[in-house]
């Protein structure tokens, strides 16, 4: 969700992880895929819809995509919020890439 101040996904979480939920767990690895191109504005109302996912068995992988090389305060910001929501371990979970980059580096990298 946009409200012209940034990036909120808790709406978003809940209806993954009611999908989810709703969908047979057919032995399947279950995944999410959160990118952003920015600072995540609701990270203190995710808990509920995370856990769900944890219990629902979903990886959450999380990406922010940069539009320059260089990191700017406003991609180390959306990091900041990112990587927490990410399954442990974060590091492992997480990328923050130049938009060129997501084709190969999530489906090469994550989807592998």
Do not use: W
């Amino acid at each position: 969700n946009y409200y012209g101040r940034g990036t909120m996904i808790q709406l978003g979480l809940q209806m993954a992880a009611d999908m989810f939920h709703l969908s047979p767990n057919d032995g399947r690895q279950r995944v999410l895929i959160i990118i952003t191109d920015g600072k995540i504005y609701d990270p203190d109302t995710l808990q509920q819809a995370r856990a769900e996912l944890d219990t629902e068995q979903v990886k959450v992988f999380g990406v922010v995509a940069r539009k320059n090389a260089q990191h700017t305060k406003a991609d180390l910001d959306a990091e900041a919020t990112l990587k927490p929501i990410t399954s442990d371990p974060h590091d492992s979970h997480f990328q923050n890439l130049q938009i060129d980059e997501i084709p190969d580096k999530v489906l090469g990298d994550i989807c592998d």
